[in-house]
């Protein structure tokens, strides 16, 4: 009788935790347990994504769809969020309904190693750095200038192209009171080498540059009527920026050079010289071979 009283208060205390336990008590499913993005983080994450109403967020591991619906509600964006635990799922429909974005949001079941994600414009996750790592060869063919961003975890050898430290008090999982947020933005593949002719001073000048492409990092050779010279510069999505300067003891007016890649062709502004000497000129470069981008070191098979 007594053990019998023991397990009925036991049955009680148990209800009573599970009825106030609050929904990240949930464990989740799948390659990670289900830790919620704080609110102020997800807002933050997607102010540094530029979203708006032009995208489709798709957020990889959606738990209580908060990436999707804030998405959706506050930008107007189109949404999809993927889970495997079906508690989670309901639990996003619903909150998608109470927040009146049902009609612009999906909340499907499916393994986010599965998800084909190539339609999205901005991509959201908050999974372990083995798990970014293992997207990230996804990631990097997505569309040129999908934007990424990433709570807490990076993305290996790929530097994130903006990152923040929130100071979130209410956050007790994970990095207790500190959240690390990231963003990328899918670089275009510039890799390979490029011809010019920019006319400087009236003259025709002859360009050639053979750029490398670490993830979005470029840089490289290039002659400039003859001369040789370096450059260095940086992918963002299809914008193409570098500088060049002459290489060693080679003599270059210092080149910035900006432009638009597509496809085979960079169309763009190049300013030459420095201080009030510095003249501005447009150029068009094609691209004579193609290269690849150059493998990390924590890819199999990297440098
Ligand atoms: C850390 S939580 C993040 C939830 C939400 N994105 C957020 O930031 O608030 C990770 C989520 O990924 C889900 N998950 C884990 N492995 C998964 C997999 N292989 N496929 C789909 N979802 C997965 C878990 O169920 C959990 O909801």
Request: aromatic content about 8%; overall charge positive.
């Amino acid at each position: 009788m007594k053990l019998l009283k023991q397990v009925r208060a036991l049955v009680v205390v148990v209800a009573a935790v599970v009825a106030v336990a609050p929904s990240w008590a949930q464990t989740g499913v799948g390659d990670v347990v289900y830790v919620p993005t704080p609110q102020i983080v997800v807002d933050e994450m997607l102010m540094m994504a530029k979203v708006n109403k032009a995208d489709y967020l798709i957020d990889l591991g959606s738990g209580d769809g908060r990436f999707v619906i804030t998405a959706a509600k506050k930008y107007g964006a189109k949404a999809l969020g993927v889970d495997l635990d079906t508690f989670l799922l309901k639990l996003a429909n619903e909150n998608a309904r109470k927040e009146n974005v049902a009609d612009r949001v999906t909340f499907r079941e499916q393994n986010l190693f599965e998800t084909d994600f190539s339609e999205a414009t901005v991509v959201s996750t908050y999974l372990l750095p083995e798990m970014n790592l293992r997207l990230r060869p996804k990631i990097m063919r997505l569309k040129p200038g999908t934007r990424v961003v990433a709570h807490d975890y990076s993305m290996g050898d790929w530097y994130p192209d903006e990152q923040k430290t929130l100071v979130v008090p209410e956050k007790k999982v994970g990095n207790p009171g500190i959240s690390y947020v990231f963003y990328w933005v899918v670089p275009a593949l510039a890799a390979g080498k490029w011809q010019s002719t920019i006319s400087v001073g009236g003259k025709d000048v002859p360009y050639e540059f053979d750029l490398e492409q670490f993830f979005q990092n470029i840089d490289g050779n290039a002659q400039a009527g003859g001369v040789n010279g370096e450059m260095r510069g940086k992918m963002i999505g299809e914008q193409v920026r570098f500088s060049l300067t002459g290489k060693g003891a080679q003599k270059i007016e210092r080149h910035e050079f900006q432009g638009q890649l597509a496809g085979e062709t960079i169309t763009g502004t190049v300013r030459i010289g420095e201080g009030a000497t510095a003249r501005q000129a447009t150029w068009t470069a094609k691209r004579i071979k193609r290269g690849e981008l150059i493998r990390a070191q924590d890819e199999p098979g990297g440098k």
